[in-house]
Nanobody, 124 residues
Framework: QVQLVESGGGLVQPGDSLTLSCVLS????????MAWFRQADGQEREFVAS????????IYADSVKGRFTIARDKASGTMYLQMSVLKPEDTAVYYC?????????????????WGRGTQVTVSS
C-alpha cells in the first residue's frame, strides 16, 4: 500500500500562483509513476501532469503546459505541483495518484493509489 496526502489548496485570484504538496508513505514507490489529476464540479477527473519517481520524466496536459510544473523530492518523499498564472477554469479538487503502470498514464484507471484531494478555487 502507498498512502498519499495532499495539502496546499486554497482560494486565490486569477493570475496568482499556488503550490500543492503530496506526501507519500508506505511500501516502496521508487518504480512508480506519480501524477496530479483534478476534478471540477460535474466534470470527469482529468489528468494534469505526471512524473517518474526515479527518472523524473514529466508529461503535462496541454491545458497547463507552461503554467504548471510537477516535481518531486526523493529524500522527503514529497511531490509538488507548482501552479502559476492561475485561471478560473483551474478551479477543481486536485488529487495526487500513484501507478505501477507505465502506459496510458493520462487515464485515471491506470492509477492504483489516490489521495483524498485538496480544493483549489480561482476567483476574483
Amino acid at each position: 500500500q502507498v498512502q498519499l496526502v495532499e495539502s496546499g489548496g486554497g482560494l486565490v485570484q486569477p493570475g496568482d500562483s499556488l503550490t500543492l504538496s503530496c506526501v507519500l508513505s508506505g511500501r516502496s514507490y521508487d518504480r512508480m509513476i506519480m501524477a496530479w489529476f483534478r476534478q471540477a464540479d460535474g466534470q470527469e477527473r482529468e489528468f494534469v501532469a505526471s512524473i517518474g519517481w526515479i527518472g523524473g520524466g514529466t508529461i503535462y496536459a496541454d491545458s497547463v503546459k507552461g503554467r504548471f510544473t510537477i516535481a518531486r523530492d526523493k529524500a522527503s518523499g514529497t511531490m509538488y505541483l507548482q501552479m502559476s498564472v492561475l485561471k478560473p477554469e483551474d478551479t477543481a479538487v486536485y488529487y495526487c495518484a500513484a501507478s505501477n503502470s507505465n502506459s496510458n498514464l493520462q487515464s485515471p484507471s491506470r492509477y492504483q493509489y489516490w489521495g483524498r484531494g485538496t480544493q483549489v478555487t480561482v476567483s476574483s
